[in-house]
């Protein structure tokens, strides 16, 4: 197969830019190039140098559109894209409220489908190409959500969420069932094309010890699964958490004693965190995803990126649609901007984006196949119109760097800012939204 080059300013990270200083971890080319063939990265560098080395190559010109990995969202839920945007609840009301009510509809495989079609498309409009998300108690929200994305091309996660306790009678499980159900779909869906398997209790008030303790030995028996849940979003979910389990130490215990923590456990929220529970999450390895709009919607608290990442702790960011309250990463990057102010921390955005794509995928244990843009990796990817609006185009003009002229997309930018997405190496859609939502299958190659 072919060389394809695809041509715009290009933004790469050879290091965690919370690391080490980012004059050092990001390399841009103002004039830049992928280099692409059989749906891989062959080689990212400057234009010139890359049309030299592939004479011929076709070539897809995004002119001073911004070239960079498709944004990972390391926590959403697509069941909840129906009800995203609803007025007024905290999070234990607003799961019995909207939540609950919804998720009880997904036992419909062609309701499943049709809300996972939707949400992908959604999600490749706003230049996310890989998703984990929460399914529902329903085998068949899992099917739906891993089918949807192998039409698509797309690698993502997911896993059947469980429940025995605190939910209603439609919506909940038995520990025997979860594992059994679990190991099924496991079996059938990880490592299946592109696609990656999370087990997945939704979170401890709705999983009894039981169902923990079945849950942890299916994790101990794959552990390349991957393993996502909630901790510590909100105060009162903390205090249920304590009454619940009056011996345990903290909420993240409540997991940990189950062998629900280590490599590859995904915390959501991780807000109203103790001192004990910041050190186990790092130093067992285990990431957690920060979900800014999702925290500011329902009134959670501040996240301590900086802290955190200064720390050395793994983070993804994530949308939490639909308790988030935006299906664009950029957006989400916004909003992580906004918590770190009010956190006494300005995340620069250079970490900004490399959270929303190599951050995202390190949590997901997806990098270096996604997230990055080194060579060999997979080639899905996003170019960003930095001139996307007539205000930012006005603001962006007076950029003396690459860090001024990407930051009022990111603060400002919606899906009108995609110029451009890749799967796999592959054009699949326009800049508009419309043009996604009805022409999902139809990508021209590039
Ligand atoms: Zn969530």
Request: with cysteine; charged share 15%; hydrophobic share 45%.
């Amino acid at each position: 197969m072919g060389i394809h080059l695809i041509l715009g300013q290009t933004l790469r990270f050879d290091a965690d830019p919370f690391a080490v200083p980012v004059a050092e971890a990001a390399r841009h080319d103002r004039r830049g190039a992928i280099a692409v063939a059989d749906g891989r990265i062959v080689a990212t560098g400057a234009a010139d140098a890359l049309r030299r080395a592939h004479p011929g190559a076709s070539i897809a010109d995004m002119g001073d559109a911004l070239l960079l990995p498709g944004f990972v969202d390391a926590h959403m839920h697509y069941p909840q894209t129906g009800i995203i945007a609803s007025w007024g609840r905290r999070l234990i009301d607003w799961l019995a409220a909207y939540t609950f009510p919804e998720e009880a509809r997904f036992g419909d495989p062609a309701h499943a489908r049709a809300q996972a079609d939707l949400s992908l498309d959604l999600a490749l409009a706003h230049g996310t190409t890989t998703l984990a998300s929460f399914c529902t108690i329903h085998p068949a929200s899992v099917d739906a959500w891993f089918e949807a994305a192998a039409a698509r091309g797309m690698a993502v996660t997911g896993g059947l969420t469980c429940m025995d306790r605190n939910a209603p009678d439609d919506l909940r499980d038995t520990a025997q069932s979860a594992h059994d159900d679990s190991a099924a779909l496991l079996a059938r869906w990880h490592g299946t094309g592109r696609a990656h398997y999370a087990i997945t209790p939704r979170f401890t008030p709705t999983s009894t010890p039981d169902q923990l303790v079945a849950l942890g030995a299916l994790w101990a028996a794959h552990p390349d699964c991957a393993m996502q849940t909630h901790l510590s979003e909100q105060v009162d979910e903390v205090a249920w958490v304590a009454a619940l389990h009056p011996g345990a130490r903290d909420y993240l215990d409540t997991y940990e004693a189950h062998g629900l923590i280590g490599p590859g456990a995904l915390f959501g929220h991780a807000i109203h965190l103790t001192a004990r529970e910041r050190d186990r999450l790092r130093d067992s390895g285990s990431a957690v995803v920060h979900c800014p709009t999702s925290n500011t919607f329902i009134g959670s608290g501040l996240f301590a990126l900086g802290a955190l990442a200064a720390g050395g702790q793994w983070i993804g960011l994530g949308t939490d649609t639909g308790g988030g309250s935006s299906f664009s990463m950029l957006r989400t990057m916004a909003a992580a901007y906004e918590v770190g102010q009010l956190s006494g921390t300005a995340i620069h955005p250079a970490q900004l984006l490399w959270t929303a794509t190599e951050g995202s995928a390190r949590a997901l244990r997806r990098a270096p196949d996604l997230g990055t843009l080194a060579a060999g990796s997979a080639a899905d990817l996003v170019a960003l119109d930095l001139a996307s609006t007539p205000a930012i185009a006005q603001r962006a003009a007076r950029a003396t760097d690459i860090w001024e002229a990407v930051f009022p997309t990111i603060m400002m930018g919606d899906d009108r800012a995609i110029a451009g997405v890749w799967i796999a190496g592959r054009r699949v859609g326009a800049a508009t939204v419309k043009g996604f939502v009805t022409r999902p299958h139809e990508g021209t190659s590039i």
